[in-house]
């Protein structure tokens, strides 16, 4: 009977570390994708002596104006001055600032116009005529309640003592403090609540009926409360009764 052994990795022929390849990272075709690809360029080969003659393209001569950078034309403003033009009088008639009356222009939409006053010429008197002189006219006075367009203050008269039968010949007559009402408060501030008492009301005697603890139901109020659930227990039924057997007619 032959002895197996375990196998040994260095007995086993297998391809070599040559014999594997990873893609290239030099140019785009084949190009390992787990590596970034720079930029490629490509050279163009030197043209043939034949294009020259073909192609007969100006040299370096060309002119670039002064007002080109590499950013676009210069944009600083450029002026020219012209000669003064002669004037042509049967031609151009440029009105003067006199020639316009913008007072004149009638109202344009809802442009308001101010009010416009005539003054008349003054009146010719006669000599026959009977015009008063200034000192005919007199203003009126300002005082007294008596003035039209003037406000006038409170006017206050004095009166003289009374002689006979006034409060100093005669005190008696004179009012003293019980002569006078005092005003309520809540005619002329705001009125406070008032509050009544009442007696004491009068205990329930002995002959009052009165109601018991029994007297009241409270598992039947069902007005402002939620009603419980009501269930009904029936009689058990023997299964050795004979059932009811009646005989319909036709």
Avoid: W
């Amino acid at each position: 009977m032959e002895k197996k052994y375990p196998p040994i990795a260095g007995k086993e022929k297998g391809p070599g570390p040559g014999r594997y390849g990873l893609p290239p990272t030099i140019g785009f075709i084949g190009h390992d994708f787990t590596k970034a690809a720079s930029p490629a360029y490509s050279f163009h080969g030197s043209m043939s002596t034949k294009m020259y003659h073909v192609d007969s393209s100006p040299g370096p001569q060309y002119h670039v104006s002064a007002k080109f950078t590499r950013f676009g034309k210069d944009g600083t403003p450029s002026y020219s001055m012209l000669g003064r033009r002669k004037l042509q009088k049967e031609l151009c008639h440029t009105p003067g600032p006199g020639a316009y009356s913008p007072e004149k222009a009638p109202p344009c939409g809802l442009q308001r116009t101010p009010p416009s006053y005539t003054m008349g010429a003054r009146t010719h008197y006669r000599s026959v005529d009977q015009v008063p002189a200034p000192n005919k006219y007199s203003l009126p006075p300002l005082l007294g309640p008596h003035i039209p367009n003037k406000p006038a203050s409170a006017n206050y008269t004095m009166s003289g003592s009374y002689s006979t039968g006034g409060a100093s010949v005669d005190l008696a007559k004179t009012p003293g403090p019980c002569g006078y009402n005092c005003t309520a408060p809540s005619v002329y501030l705001s009125r406070q609540p008032a509050f009544s008492i009442l007696g004491r009301p009068g205990l329930p005697r002995d002959g009052t009926e009165r109601p018991g603890p029994g007297a009241y139901n409270p598992e039947k109020v069902t007005v402002h409360k939620a009603r419980a659930p009501a269930f009904s227990m029936g009689i058990r039924h023997s299964d050795f009764v004979t059932p009811l057997v009646v005989s319909v007619s036709d």
